[in-house]
């Protein structure tokens, strides 16, 4: 079975300081999927990451970079400099690899999500 | 191109009824996944249509059905509404199935409080 664990509940940082989102991974496939998510007050998930599980270079987009190890089966998100329209909830995800599953694409398992409060 | 929607945003119903939620696709996609989100939680999984059938169903139980139209918009129905119903719930859609990597665009979500 997968699993998706985000350990911080909520972090709350002043604004322009760095912060660090955790997420840590279970699952016995070999091909595998990794996402982040935002999730603003309004509902709707934004697509911020996708990742695949050969693929253990980090990234980073802007502000945003994303750490994955798959030693330690963790996919961490840090922001730089954080800002106020940074504030929401994020969400780590995981899929297994669609060519070996029974699915169409891919179902994804969320972990629980961390709240981002950016004080101004 | 338009996005995906849903109607309606907010829905209010007591115990032991029945609800209906739409999902319109965006525009190209043949793929339509449904997600529960509790209150404070991840969204979880509930099943998946592509082509008007059902191609894969989380650990929900038979009374949350679903279906999928020529036009590839989806209803999610839900009998019989328990407490524990009331959530946001999140449509899903992404195009062609069984191919290499698509990405899944979600909609605003509509949320149910069961009273």
Do not use: M
């Not at chain 1, 050969?54 to 802007?62: A, C, K, L, R, Y």
């Not at chain 2, 739409?22 to 082509?51: D, E, K």
């Amino acid at each position: 079975a997968q699993k998706v664990t985000q350990a911080q509940t909520e972090i709350s940082v002043v604004e322009k300081e760095d912060v660090t989102l955790d997420c840590v991974y279970e699952t016995r496939d070999t091909t595998y999927y990794l996402f982040w998510y935002k999730q603003p007050p309004s509902g709707e998930l934004v697509f911020l990451i996708r990742r695949n599980s050969f693929d253990e270079q980090n990234e980073i987009s802007g502000r945003y970079s994303w750490n994955f190890q798959k030693s330690t089966s963790s996919f961490n998100f840090t922001i730089t400099a954080s800002q106020v329209v940074d504030s929401a909830v994020y969400f780590c995800a995981l899929s297994e690899d669609q060519a070996v599953s029974n699915f169409g694409n891919e179902k994804l398992t969320f972990g629980t999500g961390t709240r981002l409060t950016i004080i101004p | 191109e338009t996005g995906v929607t849903q109607s309606p945003t907010h829905l209010i119903k007591t115990r032991g009824q029945q609800v209906t939620l739409r999902c319109s696709s965006q525009s190209g996609h043949n793929t339509v996944s449904w997600y529960q989100q509790a209150l404070g939680q991840g969204p979880q999984f509930i099943f998946q249509y592509y082509r008007e059938e059902e191609n894969g169903r989380g650990n929900f139980p038979p009374r949350f059905s679903g279906l999928q139209f020529p036009n590839y918009s989806s209803e999610l129905n839900v009998n019989a509404l328990e407490l524990d119903d009331s959530a946001l719930y999140l449509c899903a859609s992404s195009p062609l199935a069984k191919s290499s990597y698509n990405e899944q665009f979600f909609g605003p979500g509509t949320r149910l409080t069961v009273l």
